[in-house]
């Protein structure tokens, strides 16, 4: 990733275009044959002579230039005919945008491999499930994985949307009229790049675009986030469900030799605020002056490097959280039931409510014995046993059906049928 977004690569390709811009005006009829010959054998760069020339000309496309010419000789008039500063730098971006999706296309696949894997090992693993923090309902760990299976599905997605609206480059001159380029020379070179020519661009292409990407990027990252988040709360010491893996000889605190912490999960935390940021600024390069100003440009040569970098290196990270996650199905069957099987509640009004209760009547006496059960030592099922009005209705063996785990788990199967991953 870091070699797409490096300077030689970005000279390369600016050089790239370069040559494929000859080649078609040759094809048109414009470009000596003998001319094309010299440009494509003699093409070529130094960083270093680039920086030389830059230092004098301020300009880094001028300064490439100059120093291509001084290896081309006579024949290197025929570089850049036609072009403005944009159409190489915009039609570079768009392949770079495009290798890097690829790579974190590639990671976001090997990641939800991985996923699959932690989400069949533990289908049936039960667990508590929470909302607000607060014991629900229970789930298994491998639909907990599951839904994270499913959500980086998404993610491959937007980033494949995101790719193709950024597959666009530009060959159209310093106002995008073509005035001095048959809009065919545009359309060969993007043909060799992989890009379609842009329907309609100013001197550059719109920023839409580029901002559509980056917040790709973002909501990807909030993804990564998201999944952080939920296993540092599992890893919580009066949790204890999960944890990442602690390596031998690993320290967790320059003070506390008992410390365990999940420094990975926080670090993915954090990062996804970059990323989010970043997406922040590509949305302000949207608005540019007329036909082109330049604000956008410093902004860009942050910000994309960076975040492709940046997700690369969060997936990567994320692949070996979730690959070498500890897993303790014993702490969640115990913390499972330390509510005393007050996640039946529901499960009983509705018996109640299929035996003719009206559902405030059936909430009001399941809701008197759950808050005998959080106040008490006894279970919900004894305290549902014991309340007249739920004892007149439904039988013992009935509650005892009611508060059975396995309903809750009926559909695992079907749900990792429609995600394939049974």
């Not at 999960?265 to 997406?279: F, T, Y």
Request: charged residues 25%; proline residues 2%; aromatic residues 6%.
């Amino acid at each position: 990733m870091r070699e797409i977004w490096s300077e030689q690569r970005k000279l390369e390709i600016w050089l790239q275009i370069e040559i494929l811009a000859c080649e078609a005006l040759s094809k048109a009829g414009l470009v000596p044959a003998k001319d094309l010959a010299v440009i494509k054998e003699r093409a070529k760069f130094e960083i270093e002579r680039c920086r030389e020339i830059e230092k004098l000309t301020n300009h880094d496309v001028i300064a490439f230039l100059t120093c291509v010419n001084e290896n081309i000789g006579p024949s290197s008039r025929w570089l850049h005919y036609g072009m403005t500063s944009s159409d190489l730098l915009d039609t570079t971006m768009a392949v770079q945008m495009q290798q890097s999706a690829d790579i974190l296309l590639d990671d976001l696949r090997a990641l939800r491999k991985v996923i699959a894997r932690r989400a069949r090992e533990h289908k049936m693993t039960p667990m508590i499930g929470r909302s607000h923090g607060i014991h629900a309902e229970p789930v298994t760990f491998g639909l907990k994985m599951a839904l994270m299976y499913d959500e980086f599905g998404r993610a491959i997605q937007r980033l494949e949307n995101a790719k193709e609206a950024c597959r666009v480059g530009k060959i159209s001159g310093a106002v995008g009229t073509h005035a001095h380029l048959d809009p065919k020379i545009e359309d060969y070179v993007c043909k060799k790049l992989g890009l379609k020519a842009a329907t309609l661009s100013t001197q550059i292409i719109q920023r839409d675009r580029h901002a559509e990407f980056q917040a790709a990027l973002a909501v990807i990252g909030s993804s990564v986030e998201r999944w952080a988040t939920e296993f540092r709360h599992l890893q919580r010491t009066e949790v204890l469900e999960a944890e990442e893996y602690f390596g031998e000889g690993q320290k967790g605190s320059s003070a506390m030799p008992h410390k365990r912490n999940p420094i990975t999960c926080e670090r993915l935390a954090g990062l996804s605020r970059v990323l989010r940021g970043n997406a922040l600024a590509a949305m302000e390069n949207v608005a540019l002056w007329h036909e082109r100003d330049i604000t956008h440009s410093s902004v860009e040569r942050v910000i994309f490097p960076d975040s492709c970098t940046l997700l690369d290196y969060m997936l990567s990270l994320l692949i070996k959280v979730v690959d070498q996650l500890l897993v303790y199905p014993e702490n969640m069957e115990a913390n499972l039931w330390k509510s005393k099987g007050l996640f039946f509640s529901q499960s009983v009004l509705l018996a109640l409510v299929k035996r003719g209760a009206t559902r405030e009547e059936a909430y009001k006496w399941v809701q008197d014995a759950s808050m005998k059960t959080w106040r008490g030592t006894d279970s919900l099922q004894v305290n549902m046993k014991a309340h007249p009005e739920i004892a007149k209705r439904l039988s013992k063996k009935e509650i005892e059906q009611a508060c059975d785990l396995k309903q809750h788990f009926k559909h695992v199967n079907w749900t990792f049928k429609k995600l394939g991953i049974e």
